[in-house]
């Protein structure tokens, strides 16, 4: 490695955020060097075994977690370890091996799911209050909590994102999106599908505009919470009027049965601060999905989740 490399330590990187990592980051003239975490989040020794065998690291991304809220459900302990415990041992391994003068920006994925939705619509900010609904989203916010703690008592340069709602082929086929394609591709020739919770609405933002907030705040090294969002109301009975389009099933009609409306958006104030102004479009939302024939790879047994 040169002395004009820029080093960054990526956990999660097999994962959605990690492969769009790599995929969408702007190197703009420098040499950027990514280090994959390769052990066990879950175990200390592991996370700082790997953090002292980098020569130099100028960046650390934290995107490892265990997110679909059905495997949370299944395995609340596991959960635990993963996303709070995870987030602990990284924060540790940070606050034991680095000075205040050598301790890499630390970028923590978070969500918007440590958030309470509610049947008004709404634009949460950063100083909401914490009220998450779903185990996934209290493992979450728990690790979030974390990093305030030693954020504001160690001083290590620590950013955390709330990421908003967003979709790619490569999510579990229960996410919204996927789940939505799957069910309107598969279902009979004039069927009338019943989809709870389309009333309501959710801010989506794609995983390149979340990378490129990643990388700004990076830039900037940022430090403290950002909602990650375009601060958009979409309307999911739209969303999922553009999936039927796409797909060409005018015949299937879409009803939204009007039970579980919950509203969730972000106030992008701080990311707008900064200089960012994402916003968001329905088509680069759902246009991956609709290239190379990638929704046949998309099963329709799961059940619409969501989030």
Same mark, same amino acid.
């Given at each position: 490695?040169?002395?004009?490399?820029?080093?960054?330590?990526?956990?999660?990187?097999?994962?959605?955020?990690?492969? #769009?990592?790599?995929?969408?980051?702007?190197?703009?003239?420098?040499?950027?060097?990514?280090?994959?975490?390769?052990?066990?989040?879950?175990?200390?020794s592991d996370v700082n075994d790997w953090l002292c065998n980098i020569p130099k690291i100028n960046?650390?991304? &934290?995107? #490892?977690?265990?997110?679909?809220?059905?495997?949370? +459900?299944? +395995?609340?302990?596991?959960?635990?370890?993963?996303?709070?415990?995870?987030?602990?041992?990284?924060l540790e391994a940070c606050r034991l091996n680095f000075t205040k003068e050598t301790?890499?920006?630390?970028?923590? #994925?978070?969500t918007s799911?440590?958030?309470?939705?509610?049947?008004?619509?709404?634009?949460?900010?950063?100083?909401?209050?914490?009220?998450?609904v779903s185990t996934y989203g209290v493992t979450k916010a728990q690790g979030d909590q974390w990093a305030e703690v030693y954020r504001s008592k160690y001083n290590l340069p620590i950013c955390t994102g709330r990421i908003f709602s967003y979709s790619d082929p490569n999510q579990a086929a229960s996410f919204f999106?996927?789940?939505?394609? #799957?069910?309107?591709? +598969?279902?009979p020739a004039d069927a009338?599908?019943?989809?709870?919770?389309?009333?309501?609405?959710?801010?989506?933002?794609?995983?390149?505009?979340?990378?490129?907030?990643i990388q700004l705040l990076f830039l900037q090294k940022a430090i403290g919470i950002f909602n990650i969002g375009t601060g958009t109301a979409v309307s999911l009975f739209d969303i999922a009027q553009s999936v039927r389009e796409k797909l060409g099933r005018? +015949?299937?009609?879409?009803?939204?049965?009007?039970?579980?409306?919950?509203?969730?958006?972000?106030?992008?104030?701080?990311?707008?601060?900064?200089?960012? &102004?994402?916003?968001f479009n329905i088509n680069t939302l759902l246009d991956s999905f609709f290239i190379d024939n990638q929704t046949s790879s998309i099963s329709s047994t799961n059940k619409t989740v969501i989030n």
């Amino acid at each position: 490695m040169s002395s004009n490399t820029i080093c960054i330590g990526v956990t999660g990187s097999t994962g959605v955020l990690g492969r #769009a990592l790599f995929k969408n980051w702007s190197h703009a003239n420098q040499n950027v060097e990514f280090v994959s975490f390769k052990g066990d989040i879950k175990n200390q020794s592991d996370v700082n075994d790997w953090l002292c065998n980098i020569p130099k690291i100028n960046g650390l991304l &934290h995107f #490892a977690a265990m997110v679909p809220t059905s495997d949370v +459900d299944k +395995d609340p302990l596991k959960a635990f370890h993963v996303n709070t415990l995870g987030t602990l041992n990284i924060l540790e391994a940070c606050r034991l091996n680095f000075t205040k003068e050598t301790c890499p920006w630390i970028f923590i #994925a978070s969500t918007s799911h440590v958030y309470a939705s509610t049947s008004q619509k709404q634009f949460v900010t950063e100083t909401s209050p914490l009220s998450p609904v779903s185990t996934y989203g209290v493992t979450k916010a728990q690790g979030d909590q974390w990093a305030e703690v030693y954020r504001s008592k160690y001083n290590l340069p620590i950013c955390t994102g709330r990421i908003f709602s967003y979709s790619d082929p490569n999510q579990a086929a229960s996410f919204f999106i996927p789940s939505l394609i #799957a069910k309107i591709k +598969d279902a009979p020739a004039d069927a009338r599908l019943e989809i709870r919770g389309l009333d309501g609405t959710r801010d989506f933002i794609t995983v390149q505009q979340i990378i490129e907030t990643i990388q700004l705040l990076f830039l900037q090294k940022a430090i403290g919470i950002f909602n990650i969002g375009t601060g958009t109301a979409v309307s999911l009975f739209d969303i999922a009027q553009s999936v039927r389009e796409k797909l060409g099933r005018s +015949d299937v009609t879409i009803i939204s049965t009007g039970t579980d409306t919950h509203h969730l958006g972000a106030n992008i104030q701080k990311l707008n601060d900064i200089g960012l &102004h994402p916003t968001f479009n329905i088509n680069t939302l759902l246009d991956s999905f609709f290239i190379d024939n990638q929704t046949s790879s998309i099963s329709s047994t799961n059940k619409t989740v969501i989030n």
